[in-house]
C-alpha cells in the first residue's frame, strides 16, 4: 500500500510541473523545489530525470527554513541586498563544550581518520562522529553523523534500529569523491544528501 501511494504521489507530482511548465509557456533548465515533500529524495530524483531539468533542493526544504527565508526576505527589504552569505555548517559546535553530554556510559575519544576507518572495519560496530558545527536541516552530512563499515549486510539493520527506524528506510554509502561515479549511481554531487544513489552492482556483496 505503500509503495503504490508512492508512486502514485510521485506521478502526480511530476505530472502537476509538467502542467505548470507548459501552461505558462516555460522552457526551463533550472527548477528550485521547496517544502516538506522535497525531503522525499525518490520524488526529488524523479524530477530530476522525468522533467530533463536540474533541480536544486536547499538542505532544510521543510519549515525548518522559514526562518532563513524570513532573514532574506528582512535582508532585501532593509538593506536592499539581494544575496546572503550562508553555509549549512551553521549550527552550534558540538565539539568541546558538547561533548560534556555524552552519556556516562558512552565512549569519547579523539581519532584520526586512518584509526578511525580500522576501527569501523574491525570492530564492525557503528560509531557517532562528531566534528565542528551542527548542520542546518534534517540531514546528518558528516559533522553529526553515525558511520558503520559497509562490508556487512547487516550494518543497515543495526543503524536503522539504533535510530528507531522503520527497516526499509535508507542509509547513505560513503566514498571518496573522487570515486563517487564508480562505485555509485549516479554518483553525481549531492551535498545535502536529497537525491536517490544506489551502489552499483559490481560493488555489491
Not at 525531503?39 to 530524483?45: A, D, E, G, P, Y
Not at 530533463?52 to 536592499?80: E, H
Request: proline residues 6%; aromatic residues 10%.
Amino acid at each position: 500500500v505503500l509503495t503504490t501511494f508512492h508512486f502514485f504521489v510521485e506521478d502526480m507530482l511530476v505530472s502537476s510541473l509538467q502542467y505548470v511548465i507548459s501552461e505558462n509557456h516555460r522552457i526551463c533548465e533550472n527548477l528550485c523545489y521547496a517544502g516538506g515533500a522535497a525531503l522525499n529524495i525518490k520524488w526529488n530524483s524523479a524530477l530530476r530525470s522525468k522533467l530533463g531539468m536540474k533541480v536544486w533542493v536547499p538542505p532544510f526544504p521543510n519549515d525548518s527554513g522559514s526562518s532563513i527565508g524570513a532573514l532574506c526576505s528582512a535582508i532585501r527589504t532593509y538593506t536592499q541586498q539581494s544575496t546572503m552569505k550562508w553555509n549549512v555548517y551553521a549550527g552550534p559546535d558540538i565539539v568541546g563544550t558538547e561533548m560534556k553530554k555524552v552519556p556516562d556510559n558512552w565512549l569519547s575519544l579523539e581519532y584520526s581518520l586512518a584509526s578511525l576507518a580500522k576501527i569501523l572495519f574491525y570492530l564492525q560496530k557503528p560509531i557517532v562522529f562528531l566534528n565542528g558545527k551542527a548542520e542546518i536541516g534534517p540531514r546528518a552530512l558528516g559533522n553529526r553523523s553515525i558511520l558503520a563499515c559497509a562490508t556487512t549486510t547487516e550494518m543497515k539493520s543495526k543503524i536503522n534500529q539504533i535510530k528507531f527506524r522503520e527497516n526499509y528506510r535508507p542509509i547513505a554509502p560513503v566514498c571518496l569523491e573522487e570515486y563517487a561515479e564508480l562505485v555509485i549511481n549516479p554518483g553525481s554531487k549531492d551535498p545535502y544528501m536529497l537525491f536517490d544513489h544506489e551502489v552499483r552492482p559490481e560493488w555489491l556483496h
